[in-house]
Nanobody, 127 residues
Framework: QVQLVESGGGLVQAGGSLRLSCAAS????????MGWFRQAPGKEREFVAAINSGGGSTSSTNSVKGRFAISRDNVKNTVYLQMNSLKPEDAAVYYC????????????????????WGQGTQVTVSS
């Protein structure tokens, strides 16, 4: 069992930055690939970024490439999402999720492959 708790959301002006954190319980954090998803009001949840269990491989959706970066610290059992140059369209509830690793370089954008989810943290971007 893995419990995930997100933090770091808030209100920021367009062009600003936020760093989201997701703290995981348990001693098996390094066995999981991690992902960030977001859901804006009236829209479906969408993939933002993912990272493999070791932290050496990442992926992100096109709309955030060059602005967002996912990273992890397997000693602190935490995954991060650094968000720069925020836009109003980035406003959403951001969720972190954990997927039991299927290989060294495994990560996924498919939310159905994630086993555990956090409760989410709200990000609001004012224009």
């Amino acid at each position: 069992q893995v419990q995930l708790v997100e933090s770091g959301g808030g209100l920021v002006q367009a062009g600003g930055s936020l760093r989201l954190s997701c703290a995981a319980s348990g001693r098996t954090f390094s066995s999981y690939a991690m992902g960030w998803f977001r859901q804006a009001p009236g829209k479906e949840r969408e993939f933002v970024a993912a990272i493999n269990s070791g932290g050496g491989s990442t992926s992100s959706t096109n709309s955030v490439k060059g602005r967002f970066a996912i990273s992890r610290d397997n000693v602190k059992n935490t995954v991060y999402l650094q968000m720069n140059s925020l836009k109003p369209e980035d406003a959403a509830v951001y969720y972190c999720a954990a997927a039991l690793s299927r290989g060294t370089y495994y990560y996924t954008a498919n939310e159905r492959e994630y086993d555990y989810w956090g409760q989410g943290t709200q990000v609001t971007v004012s224009s």
